[in-house]
């Protein structure tokens, strides 16, 4: 992997150190309806739960006049969410929580004619990494065990993950390339799905984030075997890192809010506001340390600073993975 590559898809623990957020101006704007919070992928993955973790805070704490209403699209990799929100006639109340398909997809699709950078910044929430999984059924209770295993299927091995040159194909891909294997791979619209699937034993090893593991491996139906992080997982303290076995990959999903091109600055700096509260409130500091997501406070230049260098090396990313 170039050092171009490596960028911000390779984040450093250094910039993963929680910054304090700075508190919006106050102002006098305020929705009028219910608020679109459309979600970037299908019901009970990453994204879904953080999506409605963030709106019971805000409910809890009554910190909207209307609600946040969720709706998952998770449809074509993501570029039904981010049709849906680019084309509202309603962008003050329409908001989008975001993965590294907000990259991706349109990248993969550029007949969407999406540019995100027409996209509003409102809030950066944190980072996910990824780790293998297998079931517990498998016997499989390390890395190599899992090479052995995929090798002797000879292209019959069944791995599940949310879409098609999305997040959790590009990390199956590098570790494919990286050690020669051919894994039979079935994309999903969400990463709850991948979960459930690989706990009833219709595919054979997942990549899911922790958190949308963290149940069924609680319920001792999943082994995890190696983290794609830059260090070892606070919740996984037993499991080697990719980097640790000699390969200088890390890769995660960045868990984001933006909301809809042609939002007003007023919108914007109520919703602004409203995810710098509940980022700094105890519950969701607490849900970062119990998902194992790490915390990346942006402004909004830095976010869309953060979204150019994204895309680029996303682009080198697919590029040297053949998608």
Not at 107 to 120: A, H, K, S, V
Request: charged share 20%; aromatic share 10%.
């Amino acid at each position: 992997m170039t050092k171009t590559m490596r960028g911000l898809v390779q984040m450093s623990c250094a910039a993963l150190i929680a910054m304090s957020p700075m508190a919006a101006f106050a102002q006098d704007w305020e929705p009028r309806r219910p608020i679109d919070f459309t979600i970037m992928a299908g019901p009970g993955g990453g994204a879904d739960q953080i999506a409605r973790f963030i709106q019971s805070v805000a409910e809890q704490y009554d910190m909207t006049n209307r609600p946040l209403v969720p709706t998952n699209r998770g449809g074509g990799s993501g570029a039904e969410a981010l049709i849906h929100v680019s084309s509202t006639s309603d962008p003050d109340h329409t908001i989008l929580v975001t993965l590294n398909s907000f990259f991706t997809t349109p990248l993969r699709q550029e007949n969407l004619g999406i540019d995100i950078q027409t996209f509003t910044p409102v809030a950066m929430m944190g980072v996910d990494p990824f780790v293998l999984w297998v079931h517990t059924d498998s016997g499989i209770t390390n890395f190599e065990q899992f090479l052995q295993q995929v090798r002797s299927m000879d292209g019959e091995f069944v791995m599940g993950g949310t879409g098609t040159g999305q997040e959790d194909s590009i990390v199956i891909a590098f570790m494919s390339g990286a050690y020669d294997l051919d894994i039979n791979y079935i994309p999903y619209d969400g990463g709850g799905a991948v979960a459930r699937d690989l706990a009833g034993q219709q595919i054979m090893a997942t990549v899911n984030n922790p958190a949308e593991a963290k149940g069924f491996y609680e319920a001792g139906q999943f082994v995890p075997l190696v983290a794609f992080s830059d260090e070892r997982l606070p919740a996984y303290p037993d499991v080697p890192t990719m980097r640790e076995m000699g390969h200088d990959f890390s890769y995660y999903n960045q868990r984001a809010v933006v909301g809809a091109p042609g939002m007003s600055d007023e919108a914007a700096a109520y919703y602004a506001d409203l995810f710098t509260r509940i980022y700094e409130s105890d519950e969701w500091q607490a849900y970062l340390e119990s998902e194992s997501l790490s915390p990346l406070w942006m402004n909004a230049d830095e976010q869309r600073a953060y979204w150019a260098t994204q895309v680029e090396s996303h682009r080198e990313l697919l590029a040297s993975l053949g998608e």
